[in-house]
């Protein structure tokens, strides 16, 4: 039968293995890089009879106790059973977009530039517009539309349309 002074020894280092595990927990509880946030409004509208753009503004939270820098901006978006190819549209060509396409209404929020940064604990209003290869009632008729935020270390942010 173990003693008294064995148990005693395996109690003390449970409680120090436990101590260092919660605190390691708590001192990376803010490293996971990601941003949440919701799809606020999605506009479309046609640029020609086979072409469509899709303009989302969105809000967008980083939790972290770190930056998350703008690497790749993707749209995907899924129409009749198949993904549409889509491009994303610059910050530079969104003024004349709003222009040529006067059915987008106003243009609210920046767009979010590659290797722009969302700082630590902030939130921010964005905007993101894509033209996408299929005819404007395909876009309108789509059953999923999600944008893809990735972070120049790797991590991917994805934000769902809620329809």
Known sequence: MPSKSLWICAGVGLVIVLAMIGG???LTRDSHVELVGVIQKVRTGRLDEQRSVVVADFRVTNPSGYPFQIKDLELELSSGG?????RFIPETDTKNLF????SLGEKYNPSFRIKERVEKKSTVDRMLAFVVDAP?????????LMLRLREVDGPISELMEKR
């Open 24 to 26: 390691g927990l708590f």
């Open 82 to 86: 198949r993904i549409l190819p889509s």
């Open 99 to 102: 222009l040529g396409v006067p």
């Open 136 to 144: 404007l009632e395909a876009v309108d008729a789509r059953t999923k």
